[in-house]
């Protein structure tokens, strides 16, 4: 079945400018994660959405970032006055559930560039 | 938090089994040994994981000593494609939701 699709797989903007990320999860996976990978590091927790549940943003790095995701599906990740250290791959992943036993499945990531 | 420690980089012949190791000395009673592998410019794709069991599936085997101190992923019959960086994981956070990837090992599978 389709994996994770994730939209744009690459995006180059000017510094200042507000950026929407894209991802939508496999089908019927409850829980939604964001991440972000910057060169030669390991991957970095943003956001995470359960079912209806309040979604656990403590992994967001400032106010300038958010996420939602819309009938418990699509998810958008925006950043607002993107700064150059907002350069990096964000990744989305999805699992059937919140629980430990679940595997988060990923997508390619946007690769997001700052001018 | 639970972390885990892996070898910088390894080699393996093709054809051959390639044993990739990983210390989680930190690992609580409740916490899964999760196995990626990332190829450049591409998401980390899902290998395996355990508990405390030995588990073994169409992509690899997972190796889980009694103490849960440390396990060992194994690609039985490496191929030039499964070259890749690969992470051992245990799931961190309040709720199990988080994933910690640290620096992972990048195996080069030689031919």
């Known amino acids: 079945g389709a994996g994770v699709s994730q939209s744009p797989s690459n995006k180059v903007t000017e510094k200042g400018k507000d950026v929407e990320l894209r991802c939508d999860p496999i089908?019927?996976?409850?829980?939604l994660y964001w991440y972000r990978q910057s060169l030669g590091q390991g991957l970095e927790f943003l956001i995470y959405?359960?079912?209806?549940?309040?979604?656990?943003k403590s992994g967001l790095p400032s106010d300038r970032f958010s996420a939602e995701r819309t009938g418990g599906s699509v998810s958008t990740l925006t950043i607002q006055r993107t700064q150059q250290e907002d350069s990096a791959v964000y990744l989305c992943?999805?699992?059937?559930?919140?629980?430990?036993?679940?595997?988060?499945?990923f997508g390619d990531g946007t690769r997001l560039s700052i001018l | 938090d639970a972390k885990t420690t892996q070898p910088t980089s390894m080699d393996c012949a093709e054809g051959r089994a390639a044993n990739l190791p990983c210390n989680h000395s930190?690992?609580?009673?409740?916490?899964?040994v999760y196995w990626y592998r990332q190829i450049h410019s591409q998401g980390p794709q899902y290998i395996i994981h355990g508990l405390k069991n030995n588990e073994t599936n169409e992509m690899a085997s997972l190796i889980i000593t009694e103490d849960r101190k440390s396990s060992t992923l194994i690609l039985p019959h490496a191929t030039l494609r499964d070259t890749a960086v690969y992470y051992c994981i245990v799931r961190v956070g309040n709720t199990g939701n988080q994933f910690y990837f640290g620096t992972g090992t990048s195996l080069t599978v030689i031919p």
């Open positions: 959405f359960q079912g209806n549940s309040a979604p656990d």
């Open positions: 089908s019927g996976h409850t829980a």
């Open positions: 930190t690992i609580s009673g409740n916490e899964y």
């Open positions: 992943a999805s699992s059937l559930g919140g629980g430990r036993n679940q595997p988060q499945h």
